[in-house]
Structure formats: C-alpha cells, structure tokens
Nanobody, 117 residues
Framework: QVQLVESGGGLVQPGGSLRLSCAASGRFFSVYAMAWFRQAPGKQRELVAAISSGRSTNYADSVKGRFTISRDNAKNTVYLQMNSLKPEDTAVYYC???????????WGQGTQVTVSS
C-alpha cells in the first residue's frame, strides 16, 4: 500500500510560478517511478511529467521548458516546479505511482492550480 499526499496548489497570476509537492509513504520510494497528471474541467486526465527511479524525466509537449519534475528520496517526495504559468495550466494536479505485483496504480487526492488574473 502506498499513500500519496499532494500540496502546494493555489491561485497564481499568468507568468507566475508554483511548486507542487507529493509526499509518499513506504520504505521503497527510491525505486518508485513517479508522475504528475492533471485534469481540467471537462477534459481527460493527462500526463504532465514523469521521473524514473534513475531520475530520467519526460514531459508533455505543452509544459516542456516551463515545468521541472524532481525527487528527493531522503524525504520520500517528488516535486513539480511550474514556471511561466498560463491560464490553460489551470487544473487539478495529481501525483501517481505504480507499485506491487501485479502492479497497482496509486493516486493522491489532487491539488487545485488556478492561473488567472
């Protein structure tokens, strides 16, 4: 069983920045691949960024160059640094990992990010 708790969302003006955090339970965090997804009203949930246990990263085209995913294994935490935010980044952001045999998906409760003037 893995529990994920996101924090750091809020209201920010266009062009601003936010840093999201996702704290994970479990002794094996360092081997988890972690990902951030987002879901805007009326839209499907989409992958934003992912980071492997080896710290390889990948990003959605829409956030490349603006968002950075990172992890601190000592703190069992993954981060999403979001810069140059746009109104279209408004969504609920979710942290996700996959663990177990057979693999199961674990999701956090989500954190709201609103980009508006």
């Amino acid at each position: 069983q893995v529990q994920l708790v996101e924090s750091g969302g809020g209201l920010v003006q266009p062009g601003g920045s936010l840093r999201l955090s996702c704290a994970a339970s479990g002794r094996f965090f360092s081997v988890y691949a972690m990902a951030w997804f987002r879901q805007a009203p009326g839209k499907q949930r989409e992958l934003v960024a992912a980071i492997s246990s080896g710290r390889s990263t990948n990003y959605a085209d829409s956030v490349k160059g603006r968002f950075t995913i990172s992890r601190d294994n000592a703190k069992n935490t993954v981060y999403l640094q979001m810069n140059s935010l746009k109104p279209e980044d408004t969504a609920v952001y979710y942290c996700k990992t996959q663990w177990g045999i057979p693999p199961q998906d674990y999701w956090g409760q989500g954190t709201q990010v609103t980009v508006s003037s």
